[in-house]
């Protein structure tokens, strides 16, 4: 369980999120919605701990994360995966390097293991055949798929995923929404999806938290959602 106690976070004395609170439960599908520049990816990167709050603290699994030193955040981020906006992929190396990247980093397999992990995880993604193409090469489908073996290769038990639909065509779309449910399931994660893509909320339908103007105004099931009376949260639906 992730939970958000009363923070506050922004930027050279201005905040961008004012005092949230927000329970991420376990093995549950949380999706973040709100406008374009609300503060989603600030959040996200929050509990990533790549931004410090102004106050505030975040607990993953009891544990003060912001307490934390240097070596062990790395250690808990290895349960922390995130799938960054626009895929994050190192341009200069292979969709091998680039999925066995936290395999070198993070533990000491052997070579053999690291190919096995990499082959198998690049399988499930349905992307078997282009171990040695560069990021270049691709597709944004693909990007978005070779980051997502990027990100589980090391079992992580919660998993951001940031847009991962945003800027795709919708079959394309479509195929990253069932291979995020089909990770949730084979690996029991637990997953928050921050996006704005209305078709991605529907089809995922789990919880939703929606955050507008520096808060937290909702947060509920995602039939609530859709049947909110809330002028913010209908207008959020209509315009999206
Ligand atoms: N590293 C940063 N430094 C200063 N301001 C930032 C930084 N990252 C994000 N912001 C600001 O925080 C606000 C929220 O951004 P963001 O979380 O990216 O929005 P979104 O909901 O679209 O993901 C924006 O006004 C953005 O300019
Ligand atoms: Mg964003």
Do not use: W
């Not at 895929?87 to 053999?112: G, K, M």
């Amino acid at each position: 369980m992730i939970e958000i106690k009363n923070l506050t976070v922004g930027f050279n004395g201005d905040t961008v999120l004012e005092n949230i609170s927000l329970v991420i439960p376990q093995n549950e599908i949380t999706v973040i919605v709100g406008r374009s520049g609300c503060g989603k990816s600030v959040l996200m990167k929050t509990i990533e701990r790549l931004f410090y709050p102004f106050s505030g603290k975040i607990f993953v699994d009891g544990i003060d994360i912001f307490s934390l030193k240097r070596k062990e955040m790395k250690e808990m981020r290895k349960r922390l995966a995130m799938l960054f906006q626009g895929s994050a992929l190192l341009d200069s190396l292979s969709v091998f390097q680039n999925v066995a990247l936290p395999l070198y980093e993070h533990t000491d397999l052997s070579e053999e293991k690291i190919f096995n992990k990499v082959t198998e995880n690049l399988k499930l993604m349905g992307l078997e055949d282009v171990l040695d193409k560069m990021p270049a090469e691709l597709s944004g489908g693909m990007k978005k798929r070779v980051a997502l073996a990027r990100a589980i290769i090391l079992k992580p038990e919660y998993i951001i995923y940031d847009e991962p639909t945003t800027g795709l065509d919708p079959i394309i779309a479509d195929e990253i929404i069932k291979l995020i449910l089909k990770m949730r399931k084979a690996y029991n994660l637990t997953s928050i999806i921050v996006t704005h893509d209305l078709d991605c909320i529907r089809k995922i339908a789990g919880r939703v938290a929606m955050i507008h103007e520096k808060k937290i105004i909702f947060d509920g099931s995602y039939n609530e959602f859709k049947n909110s009376a809330d002028i913010r949260v209908q207008s959020f639906m209509r315009f999206s």
